[in-house]
């Protein structure tokens, strides 16, 4: 917007070059810059209406994803503020229809010649000036802030259009090689994903493709357009596999199998052949792109598809990482991978199919979902979490420039083939704090900690009745304390980075948690002084952390450690800084629960077990399992107090809360929450006083599929 320009409002000066308010000698705070953006924009728009429409354009890039809450928040906190310094005047007004204007006329202060002061003028003698701007104003007032920021120009997204607004949610949508038919999957409410197919160019109704109990997702095309490639997850059986599927017959073949308990994603060469699978292999911990040869007609004619050959690109466990998400390039001589180290940090990597050569793209990234090439093949489109939220952005192969695209985060992206265009699903959820009381018959999820930001992974303190939590409200995911009911909030880090899975110790003196490291690719495990605020870092040697948990005295700490191959539990001696496995199992989460015994688990649907530790000798004695899988699946959503377990169950139609007594083994049902709404990363905690269960909800959001056209 407008640089180097002050404007008086009757008692308030606005000086846009600085991006300040104030009254007189008082600086009034308005905590985010989109919060003066709006204000920004209603001084210069005055005396005419904005809609809200107007501000997405002006204020949020055209990101139409931005909901009326965000819109709502910026202008109540500029009321709020000029409120402050002068109660009696309505600065802002709405009008039904209309949207928002400044009730108060701005004054624009000139500079005059060889004069520190300025003269003011109303805004309305710059109206001619401000007629001619207008019409220009959006594209180039983006394009002066793209340059500032680093970013590319707003019309490097153009014409974005949505192609489905079913019932529940469509995503991995993918274009055939005539531009004709978009395939994708729907999940209708209550009911597991299916594969549909509707004209790209119509809007004609979509034709359903599967009709099976299983879940079937990820669709790619064959180079005919006559079948489809698919992932299907039979949750029955715990299998899954990769299928083709003939669109005339909708007749079904097993093409190789995948694992059950992985994100898997699919990708077909431009000829056709190879058809590219994440997996974990026999005899292999992490996962990695497996090429499957469809040019073996003899196989892949047969009754049985499951003999064609396969290759893994990816290297093996020595190379302590997994390779999840892929697309090859237009020209099919190159790769791009998504390639995970740990829990924090997944970056892009490109593979020169030929000589195997590899180029690293990006080195600060998180959790990446959905990567596509631009026709020329000299970027690559993808999404990656931010401070919790789902940003998407290009990269530039060339160059190695980043920069952000006024999208929504995405969940996952396709190329239409032949053109600048990409059709993508939506993927951002907001994350809350929630509690059920347990106390009464009915039981139901209330939110405790809800805002225009992302809270979760609440862990609750005894002896300072404070809670502990991870939000993004500083605009990274850092750690906040408040009291049960949200208030006297302080924020405890300003590492700006990721940080995960806080834990207060027993005396609540100190805080235990996850958070990415900046100097290596992986995570720390870090220790804060409640008191002190100071930071101490728990052996640096190791990259990669989950879920840690003070011993029973406060004396030690445990941690899942990855090695590469697998989690290893290690017990953490803080004074000595040493670090010790007390275990060969694969313990994901544990946790005391007096008298020397633990609860644990080791991964999804492996049940939950029991077992003994005494810090004076690091080992896990005499491990059994007490709940088997099928009757316990969580990872982390579980939590223990005394004998009392309360653990999350999905079932088919919902999820469920439940509570297991380890003195009697009796299992009981708690409350129905809807399904998967709980955030599987997240945790449960108990709270003894208000005998509450804290978790991490996930608000639910409509998913479709839109198209855009990326521009040069």
């Excluded at 917007?1 to 308005?30: F, K």
């Excluded at 809450?69 to 007004?93: G, T």
Aim: charged share 20%.
């Amino acid at each position: 917007m407008t640089s180097n320009v002050e404007y008086d409002i009757g008692c308030v000066r606005v000086n846009l070059e600085e991006q300040s308010v104030s009254h007189g000698e008082q600086r009034l705070e308005l905590s985010q810059k989109k919060y003066f953006d709006v204000l920004q924009c209603l001084v210069e728009q005055y005396p005419n209406w904005v809609t809200r429409e107007q501000l997405i354009e002006l204020v949020w890039g055209g990101n139409h994803f931005v909901g009326d809450k965000a819109i709502n928040n910026a202008i109540w906190h500029i009321r709020k503020a000029l409120a402050e310094v002068d109660p009696d005047v309505q600065y802002v007004v709405t009008k039904r229809g209309h949207g928002y204007r400044l009730a108060v006329e701005p004054v624009q202060r000139v500079p005059e010649a060889n004069s520190e002061q300025g003269r003011s003028l109303p805004a309305t003698r710059w109206l001619g000036l401000g007629l001619s701007v207008a019409v220009l104003f959006p594209m180039a007032w983006f394009a002066v802030q793209a340059l500032v920021a680093g970013s590319p120009p707003v019309n490097t997204v153009s014409s974005i259009t949505r192609l489905t607004n079913y019932p529940g949610s469509e995503f991995t949508p993918i274009v055939d090689f005539d531009r004709n038919w978009v395939a994708f999957t729907w999940a209708r409410p209550n009911q597991s994903p299916d594969l549909y197919i509707r004209p790209l160019k119509s809007d004609a109704p979509p034709k359903q493709l599967t009709f099976t109990e299983q879940s079937e997702y990820g669709p790619v095309w064959a180079a005919d357009g006559a079948g489809l490639y698919y992932v299907e997850r039979d949750k029955s059986q715990h299998t899954c596999a990769v299928k083709h599927l003939d669109l005339a017959t909708l007749t079904r073949k097993p093409i190789t199998d995948c694992y059950y308990d992985l994100n898997t994603h699919l990708a077909i060469h431009p000829s056709g052949s190879p058809l590219a699978v994440n997996k974990i292999g026999p005899g292999i911990q992490n996962s990695g792109v497996y090429l499957v040869d469809l040019d073996d007609s003899d196989v892949f004619s047969a009754a049985d598809a499951e003999g064609l050959p396969e290759t893994r690109l990816s290297c093996g466990d020595e190379c302590r990482y997994a390779d999840r998400d892929m697309a090859f390039s237009n020209d099919g001589s190159r790769i791009a991978l998504t390639r995970r180290t740990d829990l924090l940090s997944e970056n892009i990597f490109v593979r020169d199919l030929a000589t195997g050569e590899e180029q690293q793209l990006t080195s600060a990234e998180s959790d990446i979902k959905g990567l596509a090439w631009s026709r020329k093949d000299d970027r690559i489109v993808y999404a990656s979490e931010v401070a919790g939220k789902r940003v998407t952005q290009m990269v530039d192969l060339q160059s190695g420039k980043i920069a952000p695209l006024a999208l929504p985060g995405i969940s996952s992206i396709n190329p239409v083939p032949g053109s600048d265009a990409f059709v993508f699903g939506a993927g951002n959820t907001d994350t809350y704090i929630s509690y059920l009381d347990l106390e009464g018959d009915l039981k139901a999820a209330i939110p405790l900690l809800q805002a225009n930001f992302d809270q979760g992974n609440a862990h609750y303190s005894t002896q300072h009745q404070k809670l502990v939590y991870c939000s993004n409200e500083s605009g990274a995911m850092e750690l906040w304390v408040s009291n049960l009911d949200g208030s006297q909030r302080e924020r405890l880090t300003n590492l700006k980075s990721e940080v995960k899975m806080p834990r207060w110790s027993n005396n609540g003196e100190r805080i235990a948690f996850i958070a990415a490291d900046s100097s290596a690719a992986g995570s720390q495990l870090l220790v804060i002084d409640f008191a002190t605020r100071e930071v101490q870092k728990v052996q640096p040697k190791h990259h990669d952390y989950r879920r840690p948990v003070w011993s029973e005295d406060d004396s030690h700490l445990y941690a899942a450690v990855s090695d590469g191959q697998g989690y290893q539990t290690y017990q953490f001696d803080l004074d000595a800084g040493t670090g010790l496995p007390i275990a060969d199992m694969p313990v994901l989460k544990l946790r005391p629960i007096g008298k020397g015994e633990v609860l644990f688990t080791q991964a999804v649907g492996s049940g939950l077990w029991r077992a003994e530790i005494d810090p004076s000798v690091p080992e896990l004695k005499n491990p059994r399992e007490i709940l088997p899988g099928d009757q316990f699946s969580p990872l982390y959503n579980w939590d223990a107090h005394r004998d009392q377990v309360y653990f999350h169950l999905n079932a088919d139609l919902h999820s469920k809360v439940m509570k297991l007594n380890l003195s009697t083994g009796e299992i009981s049902g708690l409350a129905l929450l809807p399904r998967d709404s709980l955030d599987k990363f997240g945790e449960f905690s108990y709270i003894p006083e208000k005998n509450w269960l804290l978790f991490t909800q996930m608000e639910p959001y409509q998913s479709d599929i839109y198209q855009f056209q990326l521009n040069d």
